[in-house]
């Protein structure tokens, strides 16, 4: 066994960890245990006595303090599965070294191109080692390269104990991918005070905000009867739902949207004469942003069911996850420490907000506020998948000066 954050990457990018949305277990594929034990096996080789796997497939790990300040419990996390996207059987890394710009073409299916065009990133690993797919599965840095740089970091910690740190705990997930990463994470058991999750891309960038997200369900009972003697009479439920679609703002779209503007997404219509149903997204970074998404589409609907009088609708909002930024920013240490600890690494901090919800702002909400860092991934859940070596290292560095910031900030 050796020990570089490549030499690990490589190892366990190989084991199929893909998780399964339509499966009610958890883990939802007992193949995500496969990594599972070999990363139990290689803590416990590293001296992390009590690395051990639980039923529902989460590794937890504990690198002891070795210092007598009172630093806080932290926690690092990463996820062992795969998203569902693309498959991520057989995969075959490919390594370009010493990468001198271009396209890089993939070599198992030589339609599929990382284009600097299209990833732009790529101007800045002159002269670095990229690792990509050969084109025929995703890669896995999402969460793998996470994975490998948390242990490369612990490694490095063991073999190095004039470092000193507080305690530190690892933990490995299944399920993020599918939503469900956090539900089986026994935090009193992890007894972490704050966490981070390696599950991040461009090195520098650290995000502490996610969406606040809500879902829509609209439901239509319209009038039916035979067409033949509707005249007057009938309000097909089928149009009026199709009329609320229609007339959704066309600037507040995935597809129009960026950065820190939310949107109003329809995920699923269906319906018959007689009723119809609608159901959306809403996304948005503050809550009132998201209240006046959901009145403008409750205004939509009130209008649109005022043209067809003598059918009825219900109008239900269903919380689905919040911001992490309202927990995290009641712990401002928690940014401040990560922060020095990039500029450390000799990187430039960049603040950035996630369109989408994490397993950080689950664990958040659950009590564990948790910031994402970078682990240089790039074109996730795809065949273009890709990271290079030099920023798998920036990420261990990055955690290695993380723990000594916190060490040294302690009381
Ligand atoms: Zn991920």
């Given at each position: 066994?050796?020990?570089?954050?490549?030499?690990?990457?490589?190892?366990?990018?190989?084991?199929?960890?893909?998780?399964?949305?339509?499966?009610?277990?958890?883990?939802?594929?007992?193949?995500?245990k496969?990594?599972?034990?070999?990363?139990?096996?290689?803590?416990?080789?590293?001296?992390?006595?009590?690395?051990?796997?639980?039923?529902?497939?989460?590794?937890?790990?504990?690198?002891?303090?070795?210092?007598?300040?009172?630093?806080?419990?932290?926690?690092?996390?990463?996820?062992?599965?795969?998203?569902?996207?693309?498959?991520g059987?057989?995969?075959?890394?490919?390594?370009?070294?010493?990468?001198?710009?271009?396209?890089?073409?993939?070599?198992?299916?030589?339609?599929?191109?990382?284009?600097?065009?299209?990833?732009?990133?790529?101007?800045?690993?002159?002269?670095?080692?990229?690792?990509?797919?050969?084109?025929?599965?995703?890669?896995?840095?999402?969460?793998?390269a996470?994975?490998?740089?948390?242990m490369?970091?612990?490694?490095?910690?063991?073999?190095?104990?004039?470092?000193?740190?507080?305690?530190?705990?690892?933990?490995?997930?299944?399920?993020?991918?599918?939503?469900?990463?956090?539900?089986?994470?026994?935090?009193?058991?992890?007894?972490a005070?704050?966490?981070?999750?390696?599950?991040?891309?461009?090195?520098?960038?650290?995000?502490?905000?996610t969406?606040?997200?809500?879902?829509?369900?609209?439901?239509?009972?319209?009038?039916?009867?035979?067409?033949?003697y509707?005249?007057?009479?009938?309000?097909?439920?089928?149009?009026?739902?199709s009329?609320?679609?229609?007339?959704?703002?066309?600037?507040?779209?995935?597809?129009?949207?960026?950065?820190r503007?939310?949107?109003?997404?329809?995920?699923?219509?269906s319906?018959?004469?007689?009723?119809?149903?609608?159901?959306?997204?809403?996304?948005?970074?503050?809550?009132?942003?998201?209240?006046?998404?959901?009145?403008?589409?409750?205004?939509?609907?009130?209008?649109?069911?005022?043209?067809?009088?003598?059918?009825?609708?219900?109008?239900?909002?269903?919380?689905?996850?919040?911001?992490?930024?309202?927990?995290?920013?009641?712990?401002?240490?928690?940014?401040?420490?990560?922060?020095?600890?990039?500029?450390?690494?000799?990187?430039?901090?960049?603040?950035?907000s996630?369109?989408?919800?994490?397993?950080?702002?689950?664990?958040?909400?659950?009590?564990?506020?948790c910031?994402?860092?970078?682990?240089?991934?790039h074109?996730?859940?795809?065949?273009?998948?890709?990271?290079s070596?030099?920023?798998?290292?920036?990420?261990?560095?990055?955690?290695?000066?993380?723990?000594?910031?916190?060490?040294?900030?302690?009381a």
């Open positions: 066994m050796t020990d570089t954050v490549l030499d690990r990457f490589l190892r366990y990018v190989v084991i199929d960890t893909q998780s399964d949305p339509a499966s009610d277990t958890q883990p939802s594929t007992e193949k995500q496969d990594l599972g034990r070999v990363l139990v096996a290689e803590l416990l080789a590293l001296g992390l006595s009590d690395a051990h796997l639980d039923e529902h497939g989460n590794v937890y790990a504990t690198i002891p303090s070795n210092t007598d300040r009172q630093v806080p419990v932290i926690c690092f996390c990463s996820h062992m599965d795969t998203a569902p996207d693309f498959t059987t057989n995969v075959k890394p490919q390594m370009v070294r010493n990468y001198q710009g271009g396209d890089i073409t993939l070599t198992g299916d030589t339609s599929q191109v990382i284009r600097v065009a299209s990833h732009p990133q790529l101007n800045n690993q002159i002269g670095n080692d990229i690792v990509t797919t050969d084109g025929t599965t995703l890669l896995g840095a999402d969460d793998k996470g994975v490998a740089e948390i490369t970091a612990a490694a490095h910690l063991m073999a190095n104990p004039q470092i000193k740190h507080g305690t530190i705990k690892i933990l490995f997930t299944t399920d993020e991918e599918i939503g469900r990463g956090a539900d089986k994470v026994d935090l009193a058991k992890l007894g005070r704050f966490a981070y999750t390696l599950d991040g891309s461009t090195v520098g960038e650290i995000e502490n905000e969406f606040s997200a809500d879902g829509v369900v609209i439901e239509i009972t319209g009038v039916a009867m035979h067409p033949g509707a005249k007057g009479k009938m309000e097909n439920a089928i149009k009026a739902v009329d609320i679609v229609a007339r959704l703002p066309r600037d507040i779209a995935p597809e129009t949207t960026e950065g503007e939310g949107f109003i997404h329809p995920v699923d219509m319906g018959s004469m007689d009723s119809a149903k609608l159901q959306l997204i809403v996304r948005d970074f503050t809550e009132a942003g998201l209240k006046e998404k959901e009145d403008l589409l409750e205004k939509i609907t009130r209008e649109v069911m005022a043209t067809y009088p003598d059918s009825s609708h219900t109008f239900t909002v269903k919380h689905q996850y919040r911001n992490m930024r309202q927990v995290l920013d009641r712990h401002p240490e928690i940014m401040d420490n990560l922060e020095e600890a990039v500029r450390r690494v000799g990187l430039e901090p960049v603040r950035h996630i369109r989408g919800g994490t397993d950080g702002s689950r664990l958040s909400f659950m009590g564990l506020p910031p994402n860092i970078y682990t240089g991934g074109a996730y859940h795809s065949p273009l998948e890709w990271v070596v030099q920023d798998m290292e920036k990420a261990v560095e990055t955690i290695v000066a993380l723990v000594k910031v916190w060490e040294e900030r302690a």
